[in-house]
């Protein structure tokens, strides 16, 4: 009974919603900094420039976490933060290296945590769909993000697909053009890479 809530108690509930602008308010609409998101994609369609796109725009927006589960710190990795300028945002942004979500979910209880964690990727970190739900509860104020592998145009393995139901906002990468769905409005293509993109496309004539 202690969750029950009227009408009007929900109509007067006051959220905090990101004050997206321009090709990000297109794709993404208006979302709240809590929840989880999802990014899936086949290798080299441009998966990983995308997410690390998105989360230099949310160090506008909040600390950023990239916790590189699958490559770690490698040579690929630099290369996409480097063509990704992240060091524009250095101060707000922080790369892991194959942080075990044991180890993040310590790392997230200090304060001053980061408050947006992107996680690469779901696969490796060995976790089932209870577990996945844990640690969202567990940190109700912080946003997960998660990149996938696909199966065709598909998150890989029951977890990820069950991850996709629930997720705020789903986003299918291909071809260098992001494809999201989103509960916030939005849902305007987002072009990653325009060369990429149309080479593509050029290829998928």
């Not at 994609?41 to 796109?53: H, P, V, Y």
């Not at 567990?138 to 990820?160: C, M």
Request: aromatic share 12%.
């Amino acid at each position: 009974m202690a969750r029950a809530a009227s009408v009007e108690q929900v109509l007067k509930t006051k959220f905090k919603m990101l004050p997206f602008e321009g090709e990000w308010l297109a794709a993404l609409g208006r979302p709240e900094l809590t929840g989880s998101w999802i990014v899936w994609g086949n290798s080299g369609n441009g998966k990983t420039r995308f997410a690390l796109q998105l989360c230099k725009y949310l160090c506008d927006f909040g600390r950023v976490a990239y916790n590189s589960l699958e490559e770690g710190v490698s040579a690929s990795l630099m290369k996409a933060l480097q063509e990704t300028n992240m060091m524009e945002v250095r101060r707000k942004f922080v790369v892991l290296d194959k942080e075990p979500i044991e180890e993040l979910a310590k790392r997230l209880k200090v304060q001053k945590s980061p408050n947006i964690i992107c996680i690469d990727s779901l696969q490796y970190t060995g976790m089932n769909y209870e577990e996945y739900k844990q640690l969202k509860e567990q940190f109700p104020n912080k946003l997960f993000i998660y990149i996938s592998h696909a199966d065709g145009k598909n998150p890989e393995g029951r977890v990820a697909k069950k991850v996709r139901f629930d997720s705020n906002i789903k986003i299918f990468v291909q071809g260098y053009r992001a494809e999201p769905v989103s509960r916030y409005g939005g849902g305007e293509p987002y072009i990653i890479w325009k060369e990429g993109y149309e080479n593509f496309s050029l290829e998928s004539i």
